[in-house]
Nanobody, 122 residues
Framework: QVQLVESGGGLVQAGGSLRLSCAAS????????MGWYRQAPGKEREFVAA????????YYADSVKGRFTISRDKAKNTLYLQMNSLKPEDTAVYYC???????????????WGQGTQVTVSS
């Protein structure tokens, strides 16, 4: 099992920035892909970004390209999501996810965190 714990959510004005963190523990050696999803009220959960834990290759949803950056600190077993130029439509619960590979994370992750709320005011 892999445990994922998110932090860093909060309330920010449009145009502002936030950085989310996800601390991973447990059988982390079994997962090379990690990423972020989000779910806005009344909408389905959607993919945001993913990264290969070993190689660092990253992927982004079109809606966040150029504004969000995913990164990882292998020594700390921590995943990050730097969110800049935030918009009200970025308001959602953000979930950390992990899977065997980045392809797994982008389609059907094996593990999920509990989520952290991000609210962007206009």
């Amino acid at each position: 099992q892999v445990q994922l714990v998110e932090s860093g959510g909060g309330l920010v004005q449009a145009g502002g920035s936030l950085r989310l963190s996800c601390a991973a523990s447990g059988r982390t050696f079994s997962t090379d892909g990690m990423g972020w999803y989000r779910q806005a009220p009344g909408k389905e959960r959607e993919f945001v970004a993913a990264i290969s834990w070993s190689g660092g290759t990253s992927y982004y949803a079109d809606s966040v390209k150029g504004r969000f950056t995913i990164s990882r600190d292998k020594a700390k077993n921590t995943l990050y999501l730097q969110m800049n130029s935030l918009k009200p439509e970025d308001t959602a619960v953000y979930y950390c996810a992990a899977g065997l590979r980045t392809g797994t994370v982008r389609t059907n992750p094996d593990y999920w965190g509990q989520g952290t709320q991000v609210t962007v005011s206009s």
